[in-house]
């Protein structure tokens, strides 16, 4: 029996999501459908085997599975819509950043089923980081199916439900700092008289490989910052200058700010 999964919303991170489900071996069992305001992003997926709906109650009465691929800030006159239609059977699954799941049954049923998901967006590439947590109405079963399909498109993690909005910094947001700090070292290099394009690519190789150090060679992030560090060498000196301008407590500061709005936005 084929599986119904809905998406209000088509923009990035609806449509990586879509994209890594229709491309995958589970697609054989799934059914896709969506909704946006504009439909030239839902009819642009009609290769990919998405259904369009004609609106946000049709989607939810057609699908089990319905993922809240929307904004933070319209999200009560998207609930306010689907309300009527949402049943105990539903599951709704929500990347909307602040957004709990209290405050998504307490504005469609008390019991609903409700999942959490924070994606980021390396998921356009088949790359993501998704960290999900689910309330207790969902089943094994239900929550498995949702893991799975973050799976198809990079990595997923269960986390407590209570730390969902911490999370968005260490991976929802946190790609927007990697480019930050990239940008710098390119812009150094550019400024040096490098080509951009060389200094690009091997920067973001160096980000790969690292990545992979820390996920893979066993050494603690300490260990591995010895490794590069000769003393007396060039690594040191920099490393200097990063340790003088407090870059851990930077990083520190800027995680807590995002948890900050984090829950700004859930009030």
């Known amino acids: 029996m084929s599986i119904k999964i809905g998406f209000i919303g088509a923009g990035n991170m609806g449509t990586a999501i879509m994209k890594g489900i229709s491309s995958s071996a589970v697609s054989e069992n799934v059914s896709l459908y969506a909704f946006d305001p504009s439909s030239e992003k839902v009819e642009s997926l009609a290769d990919y085997g998405v259904k369009a709906c004609a609106d946000e109650k049709e989607l939810v009465s057609e699908c089990k599975y319905i993922f809240l691929a929307i904004k933070p800030q319209i999200v009560d006159g998207v609930l306010d819509t689907i309300a009527p239609a949402v049943t105990e059977e539903k599951v709704i699954i929500s990347?909307?950043?602040?957004?709990?799941?209290?405050?998504?049954?307490?504005?469609?049923?008390?019991?609903?089923?409700?999942?959490?998901?924070?994606?980021?967006?390396?998921?356009?590439?088949?790359?993501?980081?998704?960290?999900?947590?689910?309330?207790?109405?969902?089943?094994?079963?239900?929550?498995?199916?949702?893991?799975?399909?973050?799976?198809?498109?990079?990595?997923?993690?269960?986390?407590?439900?209570?730390?969902?909005k911490e999370i968005i910094a260490i991976n929802g947001s946190s790609p927007a700092f990697i480019y930050l700090f990239a940008k710098g070292f390119i812009d150094y290099a550019e400024g040096a008289g490098i080509d951009r394009q060389s200094a690009t690519e091997l920067f973001a190789q160096s980000l790969i490989g690292s990545a992979n150090m820390i996920t893979d060679s066993g050494y603690t992030i300490d260990e591995l910052i010895k490794m590069v560090s000769s003393p007396g060498g060039t690594t040191l000196a920099g490393l200097d200058r990063l340790y003088e301008g407090n870059l851990t407590d930077t990083v520190k500061n800027c995680c807590e700010s995002c948890t900050k709005r984090a829950y700004e936005l859930s009030k």
């Open 95 to 164: 990347i909307m950043a602040g957004i709990d799941d209290s405050y998504i049954c307490g504005k469609t049923i008390p019991n609903a089923k409700v999942i959490l998901v924070m994606p980021n967006t390396p998921l356009l590439v088949g790359e993501g980081a998704s960290a999900l947590s689910h309330n207790e109405n969902v089943s094994e079963e239900e929550f498995e199916t949702v893991l799975n399909i973050f799976r198809l498109c990079g990595k997923a993690s269960v986390i407590s439900k209570d730390k969902m």
